[in-house]
C-alpha cells in the first residue's frame, strides 16, 4: 500500500488512566493459570473501584490533541470481564469466559481528527510487521464526527476508528507498527512491541 502524504489530519486517543500487566508474549491461546490469573486482576481492580478500561494496552500520547489509541489482548479482555461483572457483585460463566478466549480478532481502536464531519469515512488501519503488512478484517468509523475540545479551533472534529486483526494472520511476538491513514491523507506510526504484551 502506499503511504500518502502527511496531511491535515491529527490522531488522538480516548485515554482513561490504567496500567498494564507485564507478559512475555501476547497469548493467543491462554491456559488455564493465565486465564485465571486474568480473571484475578479483573476482580481485585473492581475491588479497588478500577474501571474496566484499566486493562486496555495503550500506545501514543495521553492527551485528547496527539496521535494515540489502545488494543485489548484476550487476556486483556479477560480482565475487562472480570472487572465488569465484579463491580455488578457477579461471576463470569463459562461460556463468558469460552467467548474471549476462542475469539479469533483482537480489537484496535483510536480517535482520530480532522476538520470536517465526514472527514474519517474510508479511514483505515494495517500492522506493519518487519515489511509484512496485516490487513483488518473488519473496520468501523464515525460517519458523522464529534465535536473536538477545542472546537471551533484547529482540530475541529473527532471520530473513532475501529479495527478487528485476525490472530491467524499476525504474529503475536513481532515488533508491530500500527499505521493509521485518515481518509482525508497523511497517515501516523505507533511502534510496539508485541511480545511485551500480554
Known sequence: MKSPAYGAAWIAVVWTCGFVCTSVAMEVQPEQAQVQLALERGKEAAAH??????????????????????LVTKLGALSVLATHMALRGLEPSAADIAQVTEAPTMLVSMVILGESPSFAVNSYIV???????????????????GRSSVWPNSPKFRAKVVATFSYADFDPKAQTTITVFPATGGEVHFSLNFAEID
Open 49 to 70: 473501584r478500577h474501571a474496566p478500561e484499566t486493562f486496555y494496552v495503550r500506545f501514543g500520547s495521553g492527551d485528547d490533541l496527539h496521535a494515540g489509541g489502545f
Open 127 to 145: 500492522l506493519d510487521q518487519r515489511g509484512t503488512v496485516v490487513k483488518p478484517v473488519t473496520v468501523r468509523v464515525d460517519g458523522q464526527a
